[in-house]
C-alpha cells in the first residue's frame, strides 16, 4: 500500500575512505574509468551495487560484443584492448578470435585488472546520495551490508549507467523519446544442449526464420518480431539475446521488479519456440537466466555538448576528440508489432556506416552542465537518443569510460575544474594509454 507522507531522517555517517578519485559502477566503463585513473598516479576507488565488475557482459549476460573495429581501425583502443586481449588469453571469448562472451572469465578478468592496477573496489554497495556544494561534489553517501557511510573524492565517476551520481548532484538529463518512451530491456539468458552444426546445416539459423509461423500458432504473447537470438558461447551452449522486457523504466523498482517476472516466464515461450520450429535446438535446456537486466537506455546526462545524429552522418571530427566509434543506430522496437519492427529494420540497415569509417567523441559529452568535478561514462553521455543507440554498446563504455577516468584524475590532482582541463594535455595521456586518436597531432 502506496503513502504519500513525508519522513524527515537525519544522522551522523562514518567517513568511511578518502580518496582522488571514485567511480561508481563497475560496467564497463566504471572499470576502465578506474584502471585508467589510477594509471595516472592517483588514489582510486571503485564502488559496484551488484556481486561482480563488468556491469551487462557479466552479471547481464549479455552473449556477445558488439564491434570494436571500424574494419580497418580498433576503436575501443586501451583499456578495451587489453581486456579484450586478455579475454582471448584466457579463452573469455568464443571461438577464438570471435565475440561471444564467456562470462566467468571477464569477471575474473575484470578481477585482477583492477586489483593489478591498485584500485580498491567493493560490490554490494550502492550509490543513495551526494554532498553537493555549488557544483562541486565532496561526498558520495553509499550503503553497504555494514550500513550507511560516505566517501569523501575531489572528482567522481558516474559509471552508473543511468546517471545516477549526476542527477543526486543536481545534473539536467533527457530520457527516452519526446513522450519519454525508452527502448525495452531483455533478460538475457544461457542454454545448454544445442546441436550447433544442426543450427548451421539447416538454415534457419537462431533467431526469427520461422517466427511468423509461430504467430499463427499462438506461441508467443506478444508479435515481438525483433529477435537477435543466440549467440554460440561453447559446444554445446548458447547465449540468448531473446525477448524483450516492453515499457521498461530502468530507474524505477517497481518498473524493474515487473520486467524481471515477465522476462523469466516470456523465456518458456521462447524455448517452445526454438524447440519447436528451428532445427538444433530440440534437447535444449535454460541453464540461466541474467542477474541483471539488460537495459538499453535510460538518462542521457546533459553535457557542454550533446552529441547528434548528424555527427553520425558527418563522421564528424572534434578538436576535444577523445576517441572515435562506429556502431550502427540500433533502437530496438518501442511496441511488439509488425509496423515498429519494420521501421526499426529500414533504420539499422540504412543507419550504418562503412568500412573504415567513424565518428568522433568530444570530451564535451562527458562533462555535466553546472558540475565542477563530474564526469559521466558509458550509456549516460551527453548525446541525443540517436547516438545513444550506438555509443551504448560495452566498446563505446570502454572508450569513453578510459578518458573519463584520465579526466577525474587530472581534476582531482591539479585542482582544475572539469570544464576547463587541458584537451591537448587529456588527449596525449590517453594515446599513451593506446587510445586510438587519429587526429590528435600533439
Known amino acids: ?78 583499456i578495451g584492448r587489453e581486456i579484450l586481449d586478455a579475454l582471448e588469453e584466457h579463452e573469455g571469448v568464443y571461438p577464438a578470435g570471435g565475440r561471444a562472451i564467456r562470462a566467468e572469465v571477464l569477471k575474473r578478468i575484470s578481477d585482477e585488472l583492477l586489483t593489478a592496477a591498485g584500485v580498491p573496489f567493493t560490490f554490494h554497495t550502492q550509490l543513495v546520495d551526494v554532498i553537493n556544494r555549488d557544483g562541486h561534489v565532496s561526498e558520495a553517501i553509499c550503503a553497504g551490508k555494514s550500513g550507511l557511510f560516505a566517501i569523501t573524492a575531489r572528482a567522481f565517476v558516474d559509471g552508473t549507467g543511468d546517471g545516477d551520481l549526476a542527477v543526486f548532484a543536481g545534473a539536467a538529463y533527457d530520457k527516452g523519446d519526446d513522450a519519454g518512451n525508452m527502448m525495452p530491456g531483455t533478460l538475457c539468458s544461457i542454454w545448454g544442449n544445442v546441436d550447433w552444426e544442426t543450427v548451421r546445416s539447416s538454415g534457419l539459423g537462431h533467431g526469427n526464420k520461422r517466427i511468423e509461423d509461430a504467430f499463427q500458432d499462438g506461441v508467443f504473447t506478444f508479435e515481438d518480431r525483433h529477435l537477435p537470438g543466440m549467440w554460440r558461447i561453447s559446444q554445446e551452449v548458447g547465449g540468448g539475446n531473446i525477448g524483450h522486457t516492453f515499457d521498461v523504466d530502468g530507474t524505477d523498482e517497481e518498473s524493474l521488479t515487473k520486467a524481471y517476472v515477465w522476462g523469466r516466464k516470456s523465456l518458456l515461450e521462447y524455448e517452445r519456440y526454438y524447440k519447436e520450429y528451428l532445427k538444433g535446438f530440440e534437447g535444449m535446456e535454460l541453464l540461466s537466466t541474467g542477474s541483471l537486466l539488460g537495459v538499453r537506455e535510460t538518462r542521457r546526462i546533459i553535457g557542454d555538448y550533446i552529441l547528434n545524429v548528424d555527427d553520425f552522418r558527418d563522421l564528424s571530427v572534434f578538436d576535444d576528440e577523445i576517441g572515435r566509434y ?69 566498446p563505446g563504455c570502454y572508450i569513453t569510460g578510459q578518458a573519463a577516468g584520465v579526466a577525474a584524475a587530472m581534476v582531482a590532482g591539479s585542482g582544475t575544474n572539469a570544464h576547463a582541463l587541458s584537451v591537448p594535455d587529456l588527449q596525449k595521456r590517453l594515446k599513451d594509454l593506446g587510445a586510438f586518436l587519429p587526429n590528435f597531432q600533439g
Do not use: W
Not at 567523441?361 to 549516460?380: D, E, F, M, Q
Open 326 to 394: 562506429s556502431y550502427p543506430i540500433d533502437i530496438h522496437i518501442a511496441k511488439p508489432d509488425k509496423e515498429s519492427y519494420e521501421a526499426f529494420h529500414k533504420e539499422f540497415t540504412t543507419m550504418r556506416l562503412g568500412k573504415g569509417e567513424s565518428y568522433g567523441i568530444p570530451y564535451r559529452v562527458l562533462t555535466p552542465k553546472a558540475l565542477s568535478n563530474v564526469l559521466v561514462a558509458g550509456r549516460c553521455v551527453s548525446t541525443d537518443r540517436s547516438m545513444q543507440a550506438s555509443i551504448r554498446v560495452m
Open 1 to 78: 500500500m502506496s503513502t504519500d507522507r513525508a519522513l524527515s531522517y537525519q544522522r551522523n555517517l562514518p567517513v568511511r575512505y578518502d580518496v582522488d578519485v571514485l567511480v561508481v559502477g563497475g560496467g564497463p566503463a566504471g572499470t576502465a574509468a578506474a584502471i585508467a585513473a589510477a594509471r595516472q598516479g592517483c588514489s582510486v576507488r571503485l564502488i559496484e551495487a551488484h556481486s561482480c565488475l563488468g556491469g551487462m557482459g557479466t552479471a547481464g549476460l549479455v552473449p556477445g560484443f558488439c564491434q570494436f573495429s571500424d574494419g580497418v581501425d580498433f576503436l575501443a583502443g586501451g
